[in-house]
């Protein structure tokens, strides 16, 4: 059984003494993984060097930075930071600082630091920014805007009409633990139907990667533009004809002359809901939806002395997404239609969009902290007449499809995809790691939040979302989802894009919206106001970043509902959610073997008939302390023995290690044949739930005889050469390398070892990269090949082959800016063993 599936067989006796530690205990730090391996995210972060100017502030802030510059990977002159924009949340300032490189932002790189209200003291940092290298220089130029943009129309071979203006934009990205200049294209057009990021290679006009950026409800279409072989748009053309179309809508009075509220009809929140009717369908009688229908009031509508028109403070109806459909007006103070009526799906976006703003304003995000406090621009009649629906942050705009049941017959669907505009007003960086799934994870809570907050919601499937527009017993549009997926389970070491199917026949939006939902829906049974959790859940967005991850998210949930509830069960119980899915883990010890040395002596190698004396530490490396911890030592070896008394420790707490003091004696036969291996086995438990996995440690009978050869000339490692630097070891004694007892020994001076390729060439010519640009940021290669660092490639050919004549070390620096030394390297291998008897 593996650790994860121990996790979850014990997750009920492990929640209450877990919930028990979660209380009230710091939340753990969370470090990047893979190519970087700085500070993501710590919250009430311990200053370096005590805050004794009283900087408060902005001041504050930069300080900060200074002072863990070393830690997060940055210049200590911040020279690489650009301040873009400080926001403000119920708990305090939020600053957003962009990577910079050569004055070109870096794409999803920046940090952010929060403060408390009093802009004294630094409760956050997000970190998300990359190591400062470099490509290999390219000598030719960069390409225009103009050849970029036909670039971009020729690879998306577009056949329809630009919707909104194109952008081009100029950006570093991290590829291949560097920095790479890319140029990002955006075209929004009619065919291919999209809003289409094309990422262009500035040096060789290569078209690098496209992606629609669009925030669907559902899965969109694949799309190869190889399929179309038809005519192209002339670009020139359509890009004067889209320009001179904006120049004129600007000056298209968009000002509200004066408001009015005016009584409506619409869905609230669908009819399959209100009227408890699961049978009911997109083409069943009209009579049949009377019942569903409500009086409600759109609120603060435009009008201009003769008709009433759908735009007020917080949304407004226009038509800007195909199929073209002008916004309804009236000259009446009413606005009574039903469904089949474009006019109908114009109002039930207006209102649910417009009423969800105004909710997020009671709960204290108003103003200074103001969640799209703005009028968004929607087309209720667009995404090309598609069964689908979508937000678009490059122009936060929304727009709703008809086909099968109209999206917006269906608040859930609206309030799917407001979810997406409120998370990029307050986080416009939401893209990386988990964020697709967790994008369209919370647009499914927002959207169930509010419809078990009204009619029949709570009580009818209450764990289905998009109730009218899927599911249904005989639904033919498509199935939905639902925020019951308890079996779902979480692996932080892959990233969850939107709508990506995962083990259990689950999709990864149901995994994050999922123990938010069910989160919700504990606490109002337990008498805690809805409101509680939406503030929670909204508050947790602030004073984060690019590449977000689910367990991101849920500690920086756990803090906002420290700071926002700290005497309520908000936070445990949202705690228990997150580790049902394995999201956060629970808090555990998780004991290992610290040193081990076995010693004898005389000699100082395990002969035949020698007694030894064993002496280990223990580590305690998890989150939660250990109690009557035993330890068993014995060996699979019947000519070893091993003698000692009990071995116990009462206690051993999170992050400590303590030697064993209990003398260990382990004596070797006579019998036992030189060269010959022998284990120790370590059985270690305690009293939590979760077993420690058995450890051992292997070890030779008999002195290895062998080669050992150090080659300490310094050479000088060449920057960006592919000559590379070589250092030789020549082998004057014969024999063959027999088995898998070679090792390298390097020491390497360098300021960037991510740079580095390191090739390790036989006297028979045969040749293994045995590091290949590894360690990103970090310093130096210092170490064993294959005991303290770890192999590329494995070296098995290098088996059977002459150890005798010339053996080649190359470092070949791949980047630019950072230079080092070889300053010595060493070979051994060990030919035989050698054994005194104690007879």
């Known amino acids: 059984m593996n650790q994860s599936q121990l996790r979850s067989c014990c997750f009920l006796l492990s929640f209450f003494l877990a919930s028990a530690v979660a209380t009230g205990s710091t939340l753990p730090k969370q470090f990047h993984k893979r190519d970087r391996k700085t500070l993501k995210l710590s919250f009430n972060p311990t200053l370096n060097k005590p805050n004794k100017k009283k900087l408060t502030g902005q001041l504050l802030v930069e300080q900060y930075l200074k002072d863990e510059a070393k830690n997060l990977d940055i210049p200590k002159d911040l020279s690489n930071l650009r301040l873009t924009k400080v926001k403000q949340s ?59 943009y036909d670039i971009a129309w020729q690879a998306l071979k577009v056949h329809g009409q630009l919707i909104e203006l194109p952008r081009i934009e100029t950006i570093f990205v991290w590829n291949q633990n560097q920095l790479e200049r890319q140029i990002k294209v955006t075209l929004t057009v009619t065919a291919p ?134 916004p309804h007006q009236t000259e009446t103070p009413s606005w009574n239609f039903k469904r089949g009526e474009n006019p109908f799906n114009e109002a039930m976006t207006y209102f649910h969009i417009d009423q969800s703003q105004r909710y997020i304003q009671s709960l204290g995000f108003k103003g200074e902290t103001g969640i799209q406090e703005l009028s968004v621009e929607v ?128 999709q990864s939006d149901e995994l994050w919206s999922t123990p938010l939902f069910q989160s919700l829906l504990e606490l109002v049974d337990l008498g805690i106001p809805r409101e509680d959790v939406d503030k929670i859940v909204l508050q947790s967005h602030f004073g984060l970043g690019a590449d977000l991850k689910m367990r991101d998210m849920a500690l920086a949930t756990l803090n906002a509902a420290d700071n926002l509830f700290p005497n309520g069960p908000h936070r445990d119980v949202l705690y228990k959610h997150f580790i049902r899915h394995e999201i956060l883990e629970v808090p555990a010890p998780d004991i290992i073997l610290g040193s081990v ?93 979760i077993p420690v996995p058995p450890q051992a440690k292997d070890y030779m009978v008999g002195q290895p005889i062998g080669v050992n050869y150090t080659n300490s000339e310094a050479i000088e490692i060449p920057d960006n050469d592919p000559n590379g630097a070589i250092s030789t070891i020549t082998i004057s004694e014969e024999g063959f390398l027999t088995t898998s007892n070679l090792k390298v020994r390097v020491q390497i001076a360098h300021t960037y070892s991510g740079d580095l390729q390191l090739t390790l060439t036989n006297p028979s010519g045969d040749q293994v990269i045995i590091q290949d640009r590894v360690g990103s940021s970090s310093d130096d290669i210092r170490g064993t090949f294959p005991d303290t660092l770890t192999l590329s490639n494995p070296w098995d050919l290098f088996y059977g082959q002459a150890l005798q004549g010339s053996w080649t070390l190359k470092v070949e620096d791949q980047a630019q800016q950072d230079v080092g030394t070889i300053e010595s390297w060493g070979l051994e291998d060990i030919v035989r063993y050698e054994c005194q008897s104690n007879q």
């Open 379 to 506: 087309d209720a009649n667009g995404a090309n007449g598609d069964d689908n629906s979508y937000f678009q942050p490059s122009s936060n705009r929304l727009s709703f499809g008809h086909g099968c049941v109209d999206d917006n017959e269906d608040a859930d669907v609206i309030l799917h995809e407001y979810g997406h505009a409120i998370q990029a007003s307050i986080n416009s960086d939401w893209i990386g790691g988990d964020t697709g799934a967790m994008g369209e994870g919370f647009g499914d809570y927002w959207a169930a939040s509010y419809s078990i907050s009204v009619n029949e919601g709570r009580d009818y499937f209450p764990n289905q979302i998009f109730t009218w527009d899927g599911h249904g017993n005989q639904n033919s549009c498509w199935n939905g989802r639902i925020m019951n997926a308890l079996a779902a389970r979480y692996d932080h070491q892959r990233n969850y894009g939107a709508h990506a199917t995962i083990d259990g026949g689950f």
């Open 90 to 148: 119920l708990t305090g300032f939020h600053f957003h600082f962009q990577q910079m490189q050569d004055e070109i932002p870096v794409a999803k790189g920046g940090i952010t630091v929060s403060i408390n209200k009093q802009k004294d003291r630094v409760t956050q940092i997000y970190n998300n920014t990359f190591p400062t290298k470099i490509a290999k220089a390219r000598l030719r130029s960069i390409i225009s805007d103009e050849q970029a």
């Open 597 to 689: 040395a076995l010693k004898e002596p005389t000699n100082g190698f395990f002969d035949p008939g020698d007694t030894l004396d064993l002496e280990f530490n223990l580590i305690n490396q998890g989150d939660l302390e250990a109690n009557n911890i035993e330890i068993l030592i014995d060996s699979p070896n019947s000519n070893v023995s091993i003698q000692h008394e009990a071995i116990a420790l009462s206690t051993l707490s999170p992050g400590s290690q303590v030697p064993i003091t209990v003398p260990v004696k382990v004596e070797l036969a006579a019998a036992m044949v030189c060269g010959t291996s022998f284990r120790i086995n370590f059985n270690i438990s305690h009293d939590g739930d």
């Open 193 to 326: 139907y999209g809003s289409w990021n094309v990422f262009i290679n500035p040096f060789d006009s290569k078209v690098i990667s496209f992606q629609d950026n669009r925030l669907t409800r559902k899965p969109k279409q694949a799309f190869n533009p190889t399929f179309y072989q038809g005519p192209i748009t002339d670009r020139v053309r359509e890009f004067k004809r889209i320009q001179a179309l904006e120049k004129a809508n600007k000056h298209l009075d968009r000002q509200i002359l004066a408001v009015a509220d005016i009584p409506t009809k619409v869905f609230d929140p669908d009819p399959r809901t209100t009227l408890n009717n699961p049978d009911l369908e997109d083409d069943s009688d009209t009579s049949m939806f009377d019942g569903a229908y409500f009086d409600r009031i759109l609120r603060d509508v435009s009008f201009d002395g003769n008709k009433y028109s759908l735009k007020g403070p917080y949304v407004q109806i226009i038509d800007y997404d195909p199929p073209t459909a002008e």
